[in-house]
């Protein structure tokens, strides 16, 4: 079993910068593919960024990508999202997600209810 929280969302002005942070519980945490997705109102929840078990390879959405760094240390059980130039657009709610089957490749499409974990979610507002 895995929990995950999610944390260090928060109002920030367009072009600030935010980190948040993921917590992941259990001993096999170092097993699992690690991602965030996030939500606006109204909207789908849609893919951000991944990062492998191994922490050495990661893949965007082009919405962020050069903006966002997806980083994992595997002895904290933490996953971050470094997020930089922030734009309006970014304002939703961000979720970590896990999975243990899944690479990189295939982590940032599947549906909603085949991912092994989520956290309740955390809020970013980007005011312009």
């Known amino acids: 079993q895995v929990q995950l929280v999610e944390s260090g969302g928060g109002l920030v002005q367009a072009g600030g910068s935010l980190r948040l942070s993921c917590a992941g519980s259990?001993?096999?945490?170092?097993?699992?593919?690690m991602g965030w997705f996030r939500q606006a109102p109204g909207k789908e929840r849609e893919f951000v960024a991944v990062?492998?078990?191994?922490?050495?390879?990661?893949y965007y959405a082009d919405s962020v990508k050069d903006r966002f760094t997806i980083s994992r240390d595997i002895a904290k059980n933490t996953v971050s999202l470094q997020m930089n130039s922030l734009k309006p657009e970014d304002t939703a709610v961000y979720y970590c997600?896990?999975?243990?089957?899944?690479?990189?490749?295939?982590?940032?499409?599947?549906?909603?209810?085949?991912?092994?974990?989520w956290g309740q979610g955390t809020q970013v507002t980007v005011s312009s």
């Open positions: 997600a896990a999975d243990r089957q899944w690479g990189i490749v295939a982590f940032p499409t599947r549906p909603i209810d085949e991912y092994d974990y």
């Open positions: 990062i492998s078990r191994s922490g050495g390879s990661t």
């Open positions: 259990g001993r096999t945490f170092s097993s699992y593919t």
